[in-house]
């Protein structure tokens, strides 16, 4: 069973384009829902986040990334509820109102979020980290040390998660439960496995920090990598359809 | 206590079964072993002893209750567990809070709990005050031990206890293990080392592919070459070469050999069918035996370095 962003084998077109381009892609698809507060572009752009999940197959994995984000966006649509008193009045409050307008800004950050997140992560979980890092110094020119630090940094997220998992369960075995009590009791528990998890998490980066340089990690050039990155016909029609989604928000904005 | 696993199906994922119909029984007071290669289902089997999973089908029965129906601390009160790696368990600042910790988390007695600490402090040798962090793997795998021991369950779970430590932290490991069961105790460990399992467990059960291939005393089960072939397994050395004997002299090693019921009486055995005096070693001894002593069999142990220092046969 594969974790958090990590790489899931498979043939889709989106596992076969140019690791560079589904980058940029995903970055500018991001900045185009956040040049926008048209909520009928933006749903269009969920849409499209979504149908490109499923055309590699991550559905599953997509929506236990909504998940976590629609809890993250609630949070700010609430705050935006009770902090943006636009619109036609619905319910008074002391420092101001809830309004029309603050219920869809409250919907549009939640639309907004889940649509600049999907393709994000959907680039980690159809690209292989080596892959990603290499083309991007091989590409972009990023010094390999800071690519190489970027994917360590991701890599990791799953195997401190995995270590976290098993911490937990390791306290749950000793009668920590976890399972009773309000989210104050949960985290007063949780606060104490911090401790194991940065022991851990600082004996692996340091143990990975030593694997790599015994391994002549500062000889790495930009060139010294075998593998080459060319892009194909569709990864260049990619970027420009990323362009175009990022014009056409710019000019929603602009002119409606 | 008693631990019973009638027909149980378990899986992390649905879509991929790792127990497929799992039955045994440990007796109370027994000390079982669980073999197998990786990914037979061994530590998915321990889960299930503990409820940190809980069946899929079937059921798992902790004297007579299903899992099911307790709640984790409840369990946690019954079944000790030794995971694999130490620092997953350890979270607190000093050895004395790291001991503590269990009676905290249970709510228990807490004039109760210093006294335990006490004692186990004491008897593991520990400074209160050290930091776990600061300690030795072999050290701080102690000390996990430790914080399950200190709680008195009826039941320990020991997932691979001997990982990582070097042979005198497994011979002192084992020894308190051993010394646990003796006051007891009932003990389920999980174990790739087949010569700690053949010198300290009273019953074996081989696990293969999410199936239990075969069961029962510890020297029935090595002797079983096609099983442990089956399931991937080496039994240890001098089994091998009793095994071997067996072959050659059916009539004298078959009698000698088939009724030794410890490692020490199977090198005694091997050496009184190979004719070469009253002792053959071809291991290090996990058996905490003092030098010079004679045990059960009336075998002398070794002076002080064991056969694989000395150039033996492992």
């Known amino acids: ?15 076969r384009m140019n690791p560079v381009a589904k980058l940029l892609f995903a970055v500018l698809f991001a900045i185009t829902c956040f040049c926008t507060g048209n909520l009928v572009f933006l749903c269009a752009m969920l849409v499209f986040a979504l149908a490109l999940a499923a055309s590699c197959g991550m559905m599953k994995q997509t929506f236990g990334l909504m998940k976590a984000v629609f809890v993250f966006s609630l949070i700010l649509a609430i705050l935006l509820i009770f902090t943006t008193p636009t619109g036609d009045r619905l319910i008074d409050l002391p420092w101001g109102y809830i309004g029309t307008g603050s219920i869809l800004a409250a919907v549009t950050t939640i639309v907004r979020l889940e649509a600049a997140a999907i393709p ?4 980690f979980y159809v690209t292989k980290m080596s892959d990603l890092s290499n083309s991007v110094v091989k590409v972009l020119h990023v010094p390999y040390k800071y690519a190489f630090t970027f994917s360590s940094t991701v890599h990791f997220i799953p195997v401190f998660m995995n270590d976290m998992k098993g911490i937990m369960e390791a306290q749950t075995a000793r009668g920590v439960e976890f399972d009773v009590g309000g989210i104050v009791n949960k985290i007063r528990l ?4 911090c401790v194991p998890l940065l022991v851990s998490s600082v004996r692996k980066t340091n143990s990975a920090a030593i694997a790599a340089e015994v391994r002549g990690f500062n ?8 593998k080459q990155y060319p892009f194909a016909a569709f990864d260049v029609a990619a970027m420009v359809l990323a362009v175009l989604l990022l014009a056409a928000a710019i000019c929603i904005t602009v002119f409606l | 206590m008693t631990i019973e696993f009638r027909d149980v199906h378990a899986s992390y994922d649905a879509t991929i079964p790792i ?4 039955d045994f029984t440990v007796n109370d007071g027994e000390f079982v072993a669980f073999v197998g290669t990786n990914g ?4 998915t089997t321990m889960r299930l002893v503990n409820g940190l999973l809980k069946p899929d089908a079937g059921e798992v029965l902790i004297d007579g209750i299903p899992t099911t129906q307790l709640k984790t601390s409840e369990l946690a009160r019954r079944v000790g567990f030794l995971f694999q790696n130490p620092d997953s368990q ?12 269990g009676f905290r988390a249970l709510k228990m007695d807490m004039d109760h709990a210093e006294r335990r600490v006490d004692e186990i402090v004491a ?15 072999g050290t701080r795998q102690l000390l996990a031990l430790a914080s399950i021991v200190v709680l008195e369950t009826p039941v320990i779970v020991l997932d691979e206890p001997t990982t990582g430590l070097d042979f005198r932290e497994c011979v002192k490991v084992l020894g308190l293990i051993r010394r646990l069961h003796e006051q007891g105790t009932t003990v389920v460990m999980v174990c790739h080392d087949m010569e700690v399992v053949a010198d300290f467990a009273e019953r074996v059960i081989v696990m293969h592919d999410g199936l239990v291939v075969d069961q029962g005393p510890t020297f029935e089960v090595l002797r079983n070459r096609r099983t442990l072939e089956a399931a991937n397994l080496v039994p240890p050395q001098i089994v091998d070469i009793s095994l071997g004997l067996s072959i050659m002299q059916p009539g004298l090693a078959d009698t000698l050999i088939g009724s030794a019921n410890t490692l020490n009486e199977m090198e005694a055995a091997v050496a009184s069918a190979v004719g070469k005096g009253d002792h053959v070693t071809a291991r290090p001894t996990y058996a905490p035996t003092a030098p010079g002593a004679e045990d059960a069999a009336g075998i002398v142990a070794p002076a002080t370095t064991p056969a694989m220092f000395e150039g033996g046969a492992r």
């Open chain 2, 90 to 101: 350890i979270c607190c600042n000093t050895v004395r809070d790291e001991l503590l910790f």
């Open chain 1, 1 to 15: 069973m594969n974790g958090f962003l990590e790489y899931v084998p498979g043939t889709s077109l989106l596992h």
């Open chain 2, 19 to 22: 127990l497929r119909g799992v």
């Open chain 2, 123 to 137: 008897e593991f040798g520990f400074n209160p005050d050290d930091d776990p962090f600061l300690l030795n793997r």
């Open chain 1, 120 to 123: 994000l992560f959907l680039t």
């Open chain 2, 40 to 43: 037979a289902g061994k530590s």
């Open chain 1, 190 to 193: 949780m606060v104490p496995l």
């Open chain 1, 219 to 226: 000889l790495r050039t930009r060139d010294s990598g075998y």
